[in-house]
C-alpha cells in the first residue's frame, strides 16, 4: 500500500493560477507564494496532497525546461519554493511534483551548447540529432521534437549521462523540498527501461516516493506495476463520466468501472488510479456538461468510484473554461481567492467520507441497478459496504431490490438513518451514498 492510495489530491498549474506572464521574461516575483494563502482551503476541502504542474525554469509554459534545478523566476526563487513545501508539510500536505523528462525546451542549457557547438558539443547525444538535416527554426541540424512541436526537443533517455544528470535532480528536489512523488509527464512517450531505473533509483532512496504517469490509452499495466509505476491517470474513466452524463448513458462508466475494478477478473485489481474530472490539459467539467445539473453527480462519482480522486483548481466552486484555437489558457487562469459554493460543500464532504470508509478506497466494484440514467453501484471491503446511487434523470425513478427485504441503512451524507425495502424512489438529478448495516 501506498500512501497515495488514500490520498485526496489538489492540482496547481501555478504559472496560471499565479498569474505569470506567458513568456518567461526574467524577472525574479515570488508568485508561487500565494500557494500558502490556500492552505486553509485545501484543508477544509481534507485536501493531503498538492500535485504541482511544473515550476521550474522554461520558456513558457513549463514543459519546454530551460533548468531542472531552478525554479521558473516567473514564479519565485528556490528558497521562496521551499518555504512554500515547508510551510504544506507543516499542514500534512504531500508534494508531487511533475517530472517532465521526455523533452525539454530549446533554451536548456545542453540543446544551447549543441546549438552553439553542433557536431562539437559534448551535449550532442543528449539528443535525437541529425547534422545531415535542417529544423524548423534553420538551426542548419535536424532533431527529434515531441509530437510534432519542434519548441520541445525530445531527450535521449538511453543515455546514461542523461540518465544520471536526470536523477541528480529528482534527488536534489527531494532533498531541497522534501517532495513525496512525482507525475511523470507523457509517460506513454517515455522509454520503459528509463522508468524502471528511475523507480529503482527512488526506491533506493525513499521507499515511499509516489511515481506516477501521464498516459491516455492502451493498458495502463504496461507502465504501472511492480518495476515501474505506482500509479497513472485513468482516462478511460475520465471519459466514461462526462460523455455517459451527456449521452444519458450510464452503462458507458458501468462498463469501464466494472471491467477495471469489478468482481469477476478485472483487468485494474489491486491498482489506484487517479480520478479526475478535468486538469490543465482538456476543457473544464463545467463547460463539458450539456446540463450543469448534472455536475455534482459526476464530482459524486468521482470521489466514490475506484481511484484516487483529484481536483484541479478552481473545479470545486466549477469554474468553466474551454480549450479552443490550440490554447489552453482559458483551462489555466490566474485565480486571486478561493471561493466556495453548495459544490464545493458537497466535494469537502466526499473527501471527507474518502477518508473515512476503507471500501470507497480499498473496496471493489459491482453495479446493483443499471439503466440508462441511473446507476446504483456497491464497494465493498472487508465487510463494510457502501451503496452509490446516482439518478440522471429529471424524473424520478423508483429502484427495485429484489430480495433485499427490510434492511437498515446509513446515509452517510445526512447521517440519517433508513429501511431500504425492495424499492426506493430517486429524486431527480440525486445522489445518496449508503452504508449497509
Known amino acids: 500500500m501506498m500512501w497515495s492510495d488514500s490520498s485526496i489530491f489538489y492540482q496547481f498549474y501555478p504559472l496560471g493560477f499565479c498569474g505569470a506572464p506567458k513568456e518567461n521574461d526574467g524577472v525574479l516575483t515570488p508568485r508561487i507564494r500565494k500557494v500558502t494563502e490556500w492552505i486553509p482551503h485545501l484543508k477544509r476541502l481534507h485536501v493531503d496532497a498538492v500535485y504541482f504542474s511544473p515550476v521550474f525554469e522554461s520558456d513558457r509554459h513549463g514543459y519546454d525546461t530551460r533548468d531542472y534545478r531552478k525554479i521558473d523566476c516567473r514564479l519565485g526563487s528556490n528558497a521562496d519554493f521551499s518555504e512554500v513545501c515547508k510551510i504544506l508539510k507543516e499542514n500534512g500536505i504531500r508534494i508531487v511534483l511533475d517530472g517532465v523528462f521526455n523533452h525539454v525546451g530549446r533554451g536548456f542549457f545542453a ?23 535542417n529544423s524548423c527554426y534553420n538551426d542548419g541540424f535536424s532533431y527529434e521534437g515531441w509530437e510534432g512541436h519542434f519548441e ?28 513525496d512523488g512525482l507525475r511523470l509527464d507523457v509517460a506513454y512517450c517515455l522509454n520503459e527501461n528509463f522508468m524502471r531505473e528511475l523507480r529503482h533509483f527512488c526506491d ?27 500509479s497513472c491517470t485513468n482516462y478511460e474513466c475520465y471519459k466514461g463520466l462526462y460523455s455517459s452524463f451527456n449521452d444519458l448513458n450510464l452503462f458507458e462508466i458501468n462498463y469501464a468501472l466494472n471491467r477495471q475494478f469489478g468482481k469477476d477478473n478485472p483487468i485494474y485489481r489491486g491498482l489506484h488510479l487517479l480520478s479526475f474530472a478535468e486538469n490543465h490539459d482538456v476543457t473544464r467539467v463545467a463547460s463539458i456538461l450539456k ?39 482559458a483551462l489555466r487562469p490566474a485565480l486571486s481567492e478561493p471561493e466556495w459554493n453548495e459544490l464545493t460543500d458537497l466535494i469537502s464532504s466526499l473527501a471527507k467520507l474518502h477518508k473515512e470508509h476503507k471500501a470507497l478506497v480499498y473496496g471493489d466494484y459491482k453495479s446493483v441497478v443499471l439503466t440508462n440514467r441511473q446507476l446504483i453501484f456497491q464497494r465493498e471491503y472487508e465487510g463494510e459496504k457502501i451503496w452509490v446511487s446516482v439518478n440522471a434523470d429529471e424524473q424520478a425513478y423508483q429502484a427495485q431490490f429484489h430480495g433485499m427485504g427490510n434492511c437498515e441503512v446509513t446515509d452517510l451524507l445526512s447521517g440519517e438513518k433508513l429501511f431500504l425495502n425492495d424499492s426506493f424512489t430517486l429524486p431527480p438529478f440525486s445522489f445518496f451514498m449508503w452504508k449497509l448495516a
Open 204 to 230: 533506493s532512496i525513499k521507499p515511499d516516493f509516489l511515481l506516477l504517469g501521464e498516459i491516455l490509452f492502451g493498458d495502463y499495466k504496461r507502465i504501472v506495476n511492480d518495476a515501474m509505476l505506482h
Open 111 to 133: 540543446f544551447q551548447d549543441v546549438l552553439a557547438k553542433r557536431w562539437d558539443s559534448e551535449y550532442k547525444d543528449w539528443f535525437y540529432i541529425h547534422f545531415d538535416g
Open 291 to 329: 446540463d450543469k445539473r448534472h455536475l455534482p453527480l459526476l464530482y459524486a462519482m468521482v470521489f466514490t468510484m475506484p481511484g484516487i480522486p483529484c481536483i484541479y483548481y478552481g473545479g470545486e466552486w466549477g469554474i468553466s473554461g474551454v480549450k479552443e484555437n490550440g490554447s489552453d489558457d
Open 152 to 179: 520541445l526537443v525530445k531527450l535521449n533517455l538511453d543515455n546514461p549521462k542523461v540518465k544520471e544528470y536526470l536523477f541528480s535532480c529528482v534527488k536534489a528536489w527531494m532533498e531541497e523540498f522534501q517532495i
